[in-house]
Each structure stands twice: as structure tokens, then as C-alpha cells.
């Protein structure tokens, strides 16, 4: 174990009691949030990207050694073990030198060279490899036995070939060398299926494309393996032949004789036949495992910022699912989100029934005084739109809101155990009204997968991809906190040292016996025991609780602490978290201990100045350009408002209001060079677009941002605070943000010390 603290402090550049301690707290079912927010002493202050990594790098550096011991003992059982290859195989830091290591010994099916050995020809083969000068002719005869098969000296030497072909092709150094050939000099090479031409025109740019290995981005990786996939591409991976020759010859001709001669056609069958395959193997593996770890990175990127996408608030809200000839959907809730009444109506199916859908919604607009209303932006959004503004309701703020999931959280068993008798169209227009209340408490409620900002999300590895949106989520959750009377289980899950049981358990307590009055009381819940209570307390937050430290991120294991300061200062905790002079008098160095630091005290002293604050940016209404609702209604040279829907390697996608999302290149998004959009913008924000170019056939729309930057970074915005929304005017838009610094790019940074 303090080997695994010394070299993941390397790795990583922290200190390694940091390591020591973080592990050891893994283990014992500690938290990544936990950890990050309430155990600074221990760790020296290490945030959540950091704690993630030693958990990950931990967990690969303990299956590195099972494998090892698992060789160690196959080759034990073999016989084969020596001294040296013990020390070779624990040395090896990673699972491809301990494999490239263990090749040659491993047990496999019989091949060429396997029925050669067993003809008697091994001594053949080691005579060709010394490279002497010999006979080989005369060498070979002496092999010629019909009863094992060797009929002539040609089969001889054929057999001999084949066991110095294979003998190259698992040597450990020589397939570290051809890794590294593939990986520096490989190519992508990429044609189109003979007659596959129509069907596959979306691959149509890959129908003859080269592009080398190193440099090659992984949208473009993964596009052609689902082009190879579907069976409308052809796709290699190699180097130029002559170069992996040159390499291998390099390496095992010692001489220029007959010999020699032999090995030269042996590293030839032996590269085409056998090493060319593998190597061509790993490396797509190696590129697709590079590509799933970016697309998941953009993926759980995109997916933190929509999660953390500003909320409304709790407001009484009309939401509208909008549809053309099977109406729309309208559904009115309360403060807390909870149905209050829903219906049809059909303002797009004729003059009649558009002035029933009028006096439809003023009257629900009236009898429920709702504040805002929310238009799902799928089909006849805008239309909808449109119908609801010209309606002049008074104070209405009126939101269009994504409907990226709706449909998947309709039909899920979550929306059929909240409204058994409601049909999936009603759900889902209380899915979009509840986004525009906290995109967060219902987006939990959806597979992350399916909350449209992926990016060939659907082709990576699964679990993995699954991981790190579980660490997004769950880090959004608990970086927000949850209100623990009001809380939906599905939010409570994610909270930390909680999980669906728990959170399950939490909700029945809430059912049976009112609402929680004190944090403590969770100890009175079913199965929630001591080290869960540790674990989740300080995430979770009672609004107008008994104890006012119970509705802040205060840990109760420090309201002692806190009550102390209270009393120090001759006043009461209510009176320090209401005066920022009292707090400022406070001198924290005094209530340093052995457990507690400055670091612990300076965010009591933060969180008692903003108690429960919620981290997440103000609100701010949006509207689109009027009369532009359909990709025919756009002309080049247009300016329009936007909002940004996802973003890739390649540029940043944004709702323009047409139904079709256009496209800004990563070229065009800034006056300057930038590497990644996120650089200069993240989900959900508003920007303004030019219009470069539409393709209303293929449904393309270009966009730029190079003429449009006008907007003052995000880091010189201001946070929400105390919770309330601020309404701003439509036409404003929101200031460029800077996004903060990223849980999945800065891991992805720290994996690639390490990978």
C-alpha cells in the first residue's frame, strides 16, 4: 500500500500522506464529496477531481497487481517461473507490459509454430536465429524425419520460419516498439463499401480518408467505427509496410548470410500474418478507449452544466407540451411542483378552437396566478410560442424549455408511480414545467444518457461512460444540497452515503411521520446508520428548521464548534449568521485543533454568511427573433439570439428556434484561437449568431460568434443568492461565461499523467 502512496503522489503531484489518507478514508466508505468538503485536514485540502483520481488510480493499481499474481502463479504452475522473469513481471507498471511479458507463455490453441516445435524443429530455428554462417540447406536435412511429418529440408526450414515468426511477434520489447510505430506513424485509412455509396452518404467525407493515428480527434475515430459498424466503411490501421519491416529487421538481423536470409522471410510472414493483426487490434482498441474517454468527457461536461442550468425558483407554473393536431398538452403547478390541473387545447387546428385555447389559458392563468409558463421547444414550440405571447398575459414570464428526455421520463416507471392515472402526455408536460422550477431535482429523475448533450455517447463504453455521468451527477447534487422535506427520492439517491434505499427509506419516514424538523432525526430512519449519517447530514437542508445550522452546509459535527463561537462572542448562532461584524470578530486561529483547521473554519465562517447557498447562476428569460420559426424562414447575414444546446470537439450546437440546431465550428466561436469551446462557452448559455450558411434540404444551418463577441467573461458573474431568481428583460442576453474549472476535464487531465 505505501508503494501504491508514492507513486499515485508522483503521478499526481500531491503529497503522499494526502494519498494515504484519502485512500484509507475510500475504504471505509467515505465519499468523494464527503471527503472533498469535510475531511480538508486530512487530505491537505484535495478537491473532488483530485480525491476521484486516487480513487480511480487506486482501484486500476490493485486490479494491475491481481493480474500479476494471478501470471505469477500460472507461470509458477507452468514450471516456468525464474528469477528473472519473476523480477520482469513485478516490475511491469502496466497491464500491457505484463501481458506483452506473459504472451509468450500463455496457454493457447495450436498454431504454426506449436506444430513445428512438436516436428522437432526448435533447434532449427535457434541455429537460423544465431545467424551463423552455415548451410542452411545442409542444416535443415538433418531434420527431415516422414514419420513426424518433415518430408524435405524446404518443410524443414518452413517449420523453423514458423517459430521464428511467432518467436518475433511476442517478444516484449519488439511489440513495445511496434506500439509506439503504430501510435506515432499508424494511419486511418477509411473507403467506402463498393455499392454502399447511397445508403451510407451521411459517412459520405470518410468514403476515402486518411488521417494519421496521433493526431486523429476522437469524433472522427468514433464516426468511422460506426461507419464500419453499419457495414458502409471499410477502415485500416497500419503504418506503411516498409517501415514495420525496417523496424523488425533492425532488431533481429545480426548478419547479411543464408541465415539471414531465412530470418528476413520470417519477420515478413511473421509482421503480416501475426503481429500486424495484433498490433492493429490493440491500437484500436488503444484509439476507441482515447476516443470514449473524450466523447465522455465532452459528454459529462455538457451534461454538469445542464444539470446546474439556472433555476426559476419555486413559482406557480403553467407548462405546455405543444403539438399541432393533437394540441397541446397544458398542465398548471404549484410552488412545489405538484399538480393542480391539466388539459387539451388546440390553438393551431382552425380560428374556432384557437379562441377556446384563449380563453383557456387565460382562465387557468388567473384561477392558479401562475408566474411563469414553460413551452416545451419540440414540434409547433415556437408556433406555441408565438400563441402564448400574443396573449399579453400580464407579468408572464414565458420560457421555452428543452424537451431532450421528456418522452423517457413519461414512460418511466418514476412518472407512472408519481401519476398512475395520468397519460405519458401529461407527464411529460409536468417533466418541462418542473425543469424550468430546478433543472436538477428533474433531470435525476432521467438517464443521464438520454438528456440530449451527448456526443456519440451511444457508441462508448458503457459502465464507463455510465461512471463518470454517476460522478457528475453526483457531484452537481451534492454541490447544490438537497431540501430534505421536499426532496424527490430519485434526488435523494444521489446524496452522499445515501443511495435508492435510503433515499427510499428518508421518503416513507417523510411519508409516516410529517416533515424533519432537525437533521438528527434521520438517525430515526430505517437502516440509516451512523457512517450514512456522516456522509450525507451536511449535504441536506432543513428550510426553517429548529436549529437554523440545520438549513446551511455546516456538518453537525460542528455545531458544537460554531455554538462555542456563539457563546464566545456573547451572542447567539442565529445573531453570527445574521451579522457579518460579529463574524468578522471572530479570531478562527483560536479554534484550531488537532481536527479542525483554518481550511474547515473558513468555510463555517463562508457558510454562515450565505447559509444553504445555492450555487448555481440567476435566472434569465429568453426569447427568440420573431417570424424566424422554421429553417425556411432563414437568410444568410442574420443575427439572431441563441442558446447554446451541446457542445463537441468540433464546435458548439445552438437552438436558434427553428427546430434545427445550427452548427458554430470551433473556428468560427471566438476573434481568437481557442482548443475547446468550453474555452468560451457551456450549455444553456445565451449568445448571439450570424447566419453563414442553410442547407434546408439536408437540414444544416452554419453559424458564426466572430463578430458577436461583445459579452464579459463568466467569472465576472455574479452567483444566485438566498435562492431568488431575478427576471431580466427578454431581449437581454446572458454574459459570456467562462466556465468553472471542470470536474471531467480536470480528471481527464490528471488520468492522462497516469494512462
Known sequence: MELYNIKIAQELGVGCKQVAATIAMLDEGATVPFISRYRKELTGSLDEVQVAAIRDRVLQLRELDKRREAILKSLADMGKLSAELEKQVKDAETMVQLEDIYLPYRPKRKTRATAAREKGLQPLADALLAQNKLDVGLEAEKYINAEKGVNTADEALAGARDIIAEHISEHAETRARMRQLFTEKGLFESKVVPGKEEAGIKYKDYFDWTEPVKTAPSHRVLAMRRGEKEEILWLDIKPADEDAIALLESEFITANNAASAQIKQAITDGYKRLLKPSMETEIRLFTKKQADEEAIRVFAENAR?????????????????????????????????????????????????????????????????????????????????????NLNLPNAV?????????????????????????????????????????????????????????????????????????????????????????????????????????????????????????????????????????????????????????????HPERYALVEQMAKDSNCTVTDLMKDDKLRKSIPLQKYVSD???????????????????????????????????????????????????????????????????????????????????????????????????????????????????????????????????????????????????DMAIKLAALKGKFN
Open 595 to 741: 481536527t479542525v483547521g483554518l481550511p474547515t473554519l473558513n468555510d463555517i465562517m463562508a457558510e454562515l454568511a450565505k447559509p444553504g447557498r445555492d450555487p448555481r447562476e440567476q435566472f434569465e428569460a429568453f426569447s427568440f427573433t420573431d417570424g424566424v420559426n422554421a429553417i425556411s424562414d432563414l437568410k444568410v447575414g442574420m443575427k439572431l439570439p441563441g442558446i447554446v444546446t451541446n457542445i463537441t470537439n468540433f464546435g458548439a450546437f445552438v437552438d436558434i428556434g427553428v427546430h434545427q440546431d445550427g452548427l458554430v465550428h470551433l473556428s468560427q466561436i471566438a476573434n481568437r484561437f481557442i482548443k475547446d469551446a468550453n474555452e468560451v462557452l457551456k450549455v444553456h448559455q445565451k449568445v448571439e449568431v450570424t447566419v453563414t450558411e442553410v442547407d434546408v434540404n439536408r437540414k444544416r444551418i452554419a453559424l458564426s460568434m466572430r463578430d458577436n463577441e461583445k459579452l464579459e467573461p463568466a467569472a465576472q458573474q455574479k452567483p444566485r443568492e438566498n435562492n431568488k431568481p431575478t427576471f431580466k428583460p427578454n431581449n437581454q442576453r446572458a454574459a459570456k461565461q467562462e466556465p468553472e474549472t
Open 305 to 389: 452544466q445542464l444539470l446546474l442550468g439556472a433555476p426559476l425558483g419555486q413559482k406557480r407554473i403553467m407548462a405546455i407540451d405543444p403539438g399541432f393536431r393533437t394540441g397541446c398538452k397544458v398542465v398548471c403547478l404549484d410552488e412545489q411542483g405538484q399538480l393542480l390541473e391539466y388539459t387539451a387545447i388546440f390553438p393551431h387546428t382552425g380560428a374556432g378552437q384557437a379562441r377556446e385555447a384563449e380563453k383557456t389559458v387565460n382562465y387557468l392563468f388567473e384561477h392558479y396566478n401562475i408566474e411563469a409558463i414553460a413551452i416545451g421547444n419540440g414540434t409547433a414550440g415556437r408556433e406555441t410560442e408565438v400563441f402564448v405571447r
Open 398 to 554: 414565458i420560457v421555452m424549455v428543452s424537451e431532450s428526455g421528456a418522452s423517457i421520463y413519461s414512460a418511466s416507471e418514476v412518472a407512472r408511480e408519481e401519476f398512475p392515472d395520468k397519460d405519458v402526455t401529461v407527464r411529460g408536460a409536468v417533466s418541462i414545467g418542473r425543469r424550468l422550477m430546478d433543472p436538477l431535482a428533474e433531470l435525476v429523475k432521467i438517464d443521464p444518457k438520454s438528456i440530449g448533450v451527448g456526443q456519440y455517447q451511444h457508441d462508448v463504453d458503457q459502465n464507463k461512460l455510465q461512471t463518470s455521468l454517476d460522478d457528475t451527477v453526483i457531484s452537481c447534487v451534492n454541490a447544490v444540497g438537497v431540501e430534505l422535506n421536499t426532496a424527490s427520492k430519485q434526488i435523494l439517491a444521489y446524496v452522499s452515503g445515501l443511495g435508492p434505499q435510503l433515499a427510499q427509506n428518508i421518503v416513507d419516514y417523510r411519508n409516516a411521520n410529517g416533515a424533519f424538523k432537525r437533521r438528527d432525526q434521520l438517525k430515526k430512519v430505517a437502516r440509516l446508520g451512523d457512517k450514512a449519517y456522516e456522509q450525507a447530514a451536511g449535504f441536506l437542508r432543513i428550510q426553517g428548521a429548529q436549529n437554523p445550522l440545520d438549513s446551511s452546509a455546516v
